[in-house]
């Protein structure tokens, strides 16, 4: 991507803070980490592809990162666990892959959660019942063992869609059937 492109889109990503549906392809750029007030990073339904870049660690005042329906292969990283400020983590429609990490727990600002269709693997992690806030958990397609997982606060929960049984231990969750 030539220089003045970059600039374009860290200006628009500034702006109005979507790039929802734009075609826009290749990779997430590095350099996206020189944006260190960003708060919200919507880049869904997009053309990209290539790893999750771990400059994205950077952007500690991002609430909401919406990667939904592109092309994007990899895990997702351990430095992730610094976006503690993240309200909306949604991946869905990725080939993403590996283990949804016990660090998870540490996203305690958390509301949505949408983890369906990549290529991830469970169990969910004991530590999500530390995500006090969640109202939105949407997972599915996830392979590994079967978890003795407990989801919390589902008297608040809106959407809640958990599309393996085996995915979740229902008698430690009192309401769901």
Same mark, same amino acid.
């Given at each position: 991507?030539?220089?003045?492109?970059?600039?374009?889109?860290?200006?628009?990503?500034?702006?109005?803070?979507?790039?929802?549906? %734009?075609?826009? @392809? *290749?990779? $997430?750029? &590095?350099? +996206?980490?020189?944006?260190?007030? !960003? =708060?919200? #990073?919507? /880049?869904?339904?997009?053309?990209?592809?290539?790893?999750?870049?771990?400059?994205?660690?950077?952007?500690?005042?991002?609430?909401?990162?919406?990667?939904?329906?592109?092309?994007?292969?990899?895990?997702?990283?351990?430095?992730?666990?610094?976006?503690?400020?993240?309200?909306?983590?949604?991946?869905?429609? %990725?080939?993403? @892959? *590996?283990? $949804?990490? &016990?660090? +998870?727990?540490?996203?305690?600002? !958390? =509301?949505? #959660?949408? /983890?369906?269709?990549?290529?991830?693997?469970?169990?969910?992690?004991?530590?999500?019942?530390?995500?006090?806030?969640?109202?939105?958990?949407?997972?599915?397609?996830?392979?590994?063992?079967?978890?003795?997982?407990?989801?919390?606060?589902?008297?608040?929960?809106?959407?809640?869609?958990?599309?393996?049984?085996?995915?979740?231990?229902?008698?430690?969750?009192?309401? +769901?059937?």
């Amino acid at each position: 991507m030539d220089q003045s492109l970059l600039v374009l889109v860290i200006f628009v990503v500034q702006i109005c803070n979507s790039l929802f549906g %734009n075609r826009i @392809s *290749g990779s $997430i750029l &590095d350099e +996206i980490n020189a944006i260190s007030t !960003l =708060e919200e #990073l919507v /880049l869904e339904s997009n053309q990209l592809e290539g790893n999750l870049p771990s400059s994205l660690e950077k952007l500690t005042n991002l609430r909401r990162l919406s990667l939904f329906a592109n092309n994007l292969i990899g895990t997702i990283l351990e430095s992730f666990h610094n976006l503690k400020n993240l309200k909306e983590f949604t991946i869905d429609e %990725n080939d993403l @892959s *590996g283990k $949804i990490t &016990d660090w +998870i727990g540490n996203w305690t600002q !958390l =509301e949505r #959660l949408y /983890l369906q269709g990549t290529s991830m693997e469970g169990p969910i992690p004991s530590t999500i019942s530390q995500l006090k806030n969640l109202s939105e958990l949407l997972i599915s397609d996830l392979s590994g063992p079967t978890p003795t997982t407990q989801i919390p606060n589902l008297e608040d929960m809106k959407m809640l869609k958990i599309f393996d049984e085996k995915l979740l231990d229902y008698g430690s969750n009192p309401g +769901i059937h």
